[in-house]
T-cell receptor, first 109, second 116 residues
Framework: GQNIDQPTEMTATEGAIVQINCTYQ??????LFWYQQHAGEAPTFLSY??LDGLEEKGRFSSFLSRSKGYSYLLLKELQMKDSASYLC??????????WGAGTKLIIKP | GAVVSQHPSRVICKSGTSVKIECRSL??????MFWYRQFPKQSLMLMAT?????????EQGVEKDKFLINHASLTLSTLTVTSAHPEDSSFYIC????????????FGPGTRLTVL
């Protein structure tokens, strides 16, 4: 079957760095997405990886290893507003999105 | 875990025709369902929020007469794109929220609509 695994919840300190991991098993691969979702709001797009390696966008970076079925989202210089859920999603060979359950990130002062 | 399905997964239609997309929560009752559209490599854009048995609430800029939403039961919501045009080609994703857990959304796999 197809599945996406990511931790349910993580806690980090303001100003620190946190890495949210995502492992996947899907039938085919057409890219991996990371979304941020604040409670009660629609998810917002953070990154898209289709090739191996690290993509950096300001304080956020996303890494992909297709051979390992693994990705991570790295958040640096954490701010209180980064408290949210982070969703990992993979587009399979049929161009359908397989969603992870999301990781709730709690930032403490 | 909670599963949300969508049907069809992809559809190609001619300009001017209508297309219906179904969203089902398979193992839970969804008091609220959301419909999103996503253009390539862009964020999901919320189109509307529907609660079972009541009219959907549309986001600003979304034509309610063009995108008809029916949330007839606690496990089914449908989105009908009426008189589709090529600019309606997009990826449509639904999500569902179980009763009692308003902050938790479970997403469907999406429907890719191509209008010729």
């Amino acid at each position: 079957g197809q599945n996406i695994d990511q931790p349910t919840e993580m806690t980090a300190t303001e100003g620190a760095i946190v890495q949210i991991n995502c492992t996947y098993q899907t039938s085919g691969f057409n890219g991996l997405f990371w979304y941020q979702q604040h409670a009660g709001e629609a998810p917002t797009f953070l990154s898209y990886n289709v090739l191996d390696g690290l993509e950096e966008k300001g304080r956020f970076s996303s890494f992909l290893s297709r051979s390992k079925g693994y990705s991570y989202l790295l958040l640096k210089e954490l701010q209180m507003k980064d408290s949210a859920s982070y969703l990992c999603a993979v587009m399979d060979s049929n161009y359908q999105l397989i969603w992870g359950a999301g990781t709730k990130l709690i930032i403490k002062p | 875990g909670a599963v949300v399905s969508q049907h069809p997964s992809r559809v190609i239609c001619k300009s001017g025709t209508s297309v219906k997309i179904e969203c089902r929560s398979l193992d839970f009752q969804a008091t609220t369902m959301f419909w999103y559209r996503q253009f390539p490599k862009q964020s999901l854009m919320l189109m509307a929020t529907s609660n079972e048995g009541s009219k959907a609430t549309y986001e600003q800029g979304v034509e309610k007469d063009k995108f008809l939403i029916n949330h007839a039961s606690l496990t089914l919501s449908t989105l009908t794109v009426t008189s589709a045009h090529p600019e309606d080609s997009s990826f449509y994703i639904c999500s569902a929220t179980p009763g009692g857990a308003p902050d938790t959304q479970y997403f469907g796999p999406g429907t890719r609509l191509t209008v010729l």
